[in-house]
Structures are given as structure tokens and as C-alpha cells.
């Protein structure tokens, strides 16, 4: 695998990796704050500790910090937002979880739009975690530099959403957004890493 191969498959899951935690930048845009400052306000962590990256390979015991950290934030929204504590306990213990067992994070975020026993949002938290299932899938098969992998997802995530998208809602189909869709499906399978 030459250099310039090695870069495009960094670049494309540096990207992919980006638009995974997009809920978490949204909610730093929410209060006001860009990326980073937000992040060590909900972590705790050091600005320079961010600045590092590698936020994966934090010790357990920071890990444990941050946890406590995050949930005292969460409990401070959610009470600027008229919730009880144990409707943001509840929330907090039962995120959406991805089939890893990690919590999706889009999902997590539509989720957090949900108003108590007024709002709810089934199928929005579904699709959310089907995008948190695909983007997942993408970036691993982009670190394990296996191109034909990213194309055959790719592929398949494109028979699903060439599916008709039924709205329970309203009780209709849409398939306004389906050629678009396919379009860029295709791009995305004839890409090469050049």
C-alpha cells in the first residue's frame, strides 16, 4: 500500500469519524460554545488534554471522571429545562445503544429532543441509530484499509434506502429523496483511493 493510499483511507475516516460525532459539536453550538471549550466543560478534561487527541485511549479512572462529570452537566440541563431528576436519570441509564453495546450518539441526541410523556420520537431514534450503525461500520472498515468493505456497506445501506420511507405519522411514502440518494451511493462505490 503506497503513502498516498495510507492518506486517502486517514482522510476519509478522519471525515466519517467528524460527521459520528456531529451531535456532540451540535450541542456545544446549542450553549453558545465551539467545539472544544464545550468538551472540557462537559468532560472536565483539560483544554490541552482535547487539543491531543486520542480521546479513546483515556486511563478507566479518567474515564470514571468524565462519566461523573458529563452525568452533573446532563442533570444541570435538564434541570434548566424543567425535567425531574429522575426523568434525566432515566435518560442517562437508558441511552440508545448501537450493537457493540456503545451508545449512539445521534441517537442519543434525538432522543434527548424527546419531551416527557408529550414528544416522542420512535422512528427518528431508529433512523439515527441506523446512521450510528453505518458510520461505525465505515470508519472500522476504513481503519482496516479494506476498500472493498467500505463499497460492499455502502452498497447495502443503499438497497435500504432505496426503500420507500414510510412516515407513520402522516400515513405516506416519500421517495422524493431517493434518486439524489442513489446518486451519491454511486460515488461513493466507484470511489478509489488513489
Known sequence: MTIQETKGYVAVRQVLEALAIA????LGLIHGKSFRPWLTEFTGLSAGRIAQ?????VRPSKIKQI???ATAWTHEQGKKRGWSADEVSALIANPPKKCDGDTGLWASWIKSMEVQD?????????RA????????SLIDACSNRNIDKFKQIVSENNNRIGQPNHNATIGHTDRSQVSCRKKWVKKLINFQVI
Not at 23 to 26: D, H, M, R
Not at 118 to 126: G, M, N, Q, V
Open 23 to 26: 451531535p456532540l459539536a451540535n
Open 129 to 136: 441509530l441506523q446512521a450510528d450503525e453505518l458510520l461505525r
Open 53 to 57: 487527541g486520542n480521546l479513546e485511549k
Open 118 to 126: 408529550t414528544i416522542r420520537l420512535p422512528y427518528a431514534i431508529a
Open 67 to 69: 462519566q461523573k462529570n
